[in-house]
């Protein structure tokens, strides 16, 4: 006899959960950056993890069982999206598309906004599916890297459409 898979969990992160959301990072991070030759080690993860997934912001993840299927880390009082990954392993199955409906309902329904590395097609792709609109370009103020702004505003509050 098979057992249905166990259904998935949405749930406010703890800090006990730290090293679990930074194999997550990391992989998924490193699947999105194929172009990089090595991706930092666990523990520069976990050291980021510690550090920016606490107040202000909202981190929140998706468990299915005892693994993280996803995350998000999000400052709701400034409508910004810090981090969304998804487990490589994951991916694929509208996973993403329903932590971002659960932000866009849920957690910031005025609106809110992130940043993209340029060169993340995928991700750039994705968000505009999910109803995002570019903004413009500017460099992230530690790494200097070049990224994208992109905003979500509710239907009722878009113009130009």
């Given amino acids: 006899m098979t057992h249905p898979p166990p259904a998935l969990v949405l749930r406010s992160a703890v800090p006990g959960d730290i090293p679990r959301l930074a194999r997550v990072w990391r992989a998924s991070w490193g699947s999105a950056n194929p172009a990089v030759q090595t991706v930092a080690p666990l523990a520069h993860w976990e050291a980021r993890a510690s550090a920016e997934f606490g107040p202000p912001c909202t ?50 329904p005025r609106g809110w906004t992130l940043h993209v590395a340029t060169g993340n097609q995928g991700a750039r792709r994705f968000y505009a599916r999910c109803g995002l609109v570019e903004e413009g370009i500017d460099r992230h103020p530690q790494t200097g890297r070049e990224r994208v702004l992109c905003r979500w505003a509710p239907p009722a509050l878009r113009t130009g459409f």
């Fill in 59 to 108: 981190t929140v993840l998706v468990e299915r069982g005892h693994a993280v299927q996803g995350f998000v880390v999000l400052d709701q009082t400034l409508g910004h999206l810090h981090q969304l990954f998804v487990a490589p392993e994951a991916q694929g199955h509208g996973l993403g598309a329903a932590l971002v409906q659960q932000i866009c309902e849920h957690f910031c």
